[in-house]
Nanobody, 130 residues
Framework: QLQLVESGGGLVQPGGSLRLSCAAS????????IGWFRQAPGKEREGVSC????????YYADSVKGRFTISRDNAKNTVYLQMNSLKPEDTAVYYCAADPGVRCGIRSGFWTRMYEYDYWGQGTQVTVSS
């Protein structure tokens, strides 16, 4: 069974850091672009970041550039999202997703489009609050 499992969420104060993990089982992430999305209460799900498998190129939403870093460890079949300088507006459920295209957005031209991704995790809650 193909599965993605996110972990690492929690409660953190503004300015703090968290590292999210996205672990795959039942398939190897080597040939997938992996995206991170988030959904805050009452808002649409939005793309946060993506990392290609072909060349490791990375993409970020403007709202997280300079604060978040996506990386992958194919040996561990895991993708990470390092989140620094967290703000209350980063509060959301964070999801990872796998795109069988080896490059982010290769099918539609937009890595932020949810239909680029075939497999989704269940999400992990991130709450930024003092």
């Amino acid at each position: 069974q193909l599965q993605l499992v996110e972990s690492g969420g929690g409660l953190v104060q503004p300015g703090g850091s968290l590292r999210l993990s996205c672990a795959a089982s039942g398939f190897t992430l080597d040939y997938y672009a992996i995206g991170w999305f988030r959904q805050a209460p009452g808002k649409e799900r939005e793309g946060v970041s993506c990392i290609s498998s072909s060349d490791g190129s990375t993409y970020y939403a403007d709202s997280v550039k300079g604060r978040f870093t996506i990386s992958r460890d194919n040996a561990k079949n895991t993708v990470y999202l390092q989140m620094n300088s967290l703000k209350p507006e980063d509060t959301a459920v964070y999801y990872c997703a796998a795109d069988p295209g080896v490059r982010c957005g290769i099918r539609s031209g937009f890595w932020t489009r949810m239909y680029e991704y075939d497999y989704w995790g269940q999400g992990t809650q991130v709450t930024v609050s003092s």
